[in-house]
């Protein structure tokens, strides 16, 4: 495997509304620098789940630099990506595609 960043993003990435300069939390995201505060709403490590809500310190794993998650969204704290995942549920929703946020967010790449 090819050695690369610690994630990807998405072309349509979701925001917490409390999350500041944005160029400078995704350049920390994808190098691996420490941030307190922040979580990502990613895509899930197994098939059964839709999303996942990790801290960014597990992205500093040496597993993700082989094998790069794919973020959704980007929150600072874990209640706030709660909210974007509601968020993200209500967009599909409002697209016809109810309980499908994998194949909702996928049509958005």
């Known amino acids: 495997m090819k050695k690369g960043g610690f994630c990807r993003f998405a072309r349509r990435l979701y925001w917490g509304d409390s999350v500041k300069n944005h160029h400078l939390v995704k350049w920390k995201l994808l190098f691996g620098s420490g941030q307190f505060n922040i979580f990502c709403v990613t895509k899930p490590m197994n098939d059964g789940d839709q999303l996942d809500i990790i801290h960014c310190a ?32 209500q967009d599909a929703s409002f697209a016809g595609m109810d309980g499908k946020l994998l194949d909702y967010l996928a049509s958005l790449q």
């Open 58 to 89: 597990f992205l500093k794993q040496k597993y993700y630099q082989y094998h790069p998650v794919l973020i959704y969204g980007i929150a600072s704290g874990y209640d706030e990506a709660l909210d974007l995942v509601i968020r993200i549920s």
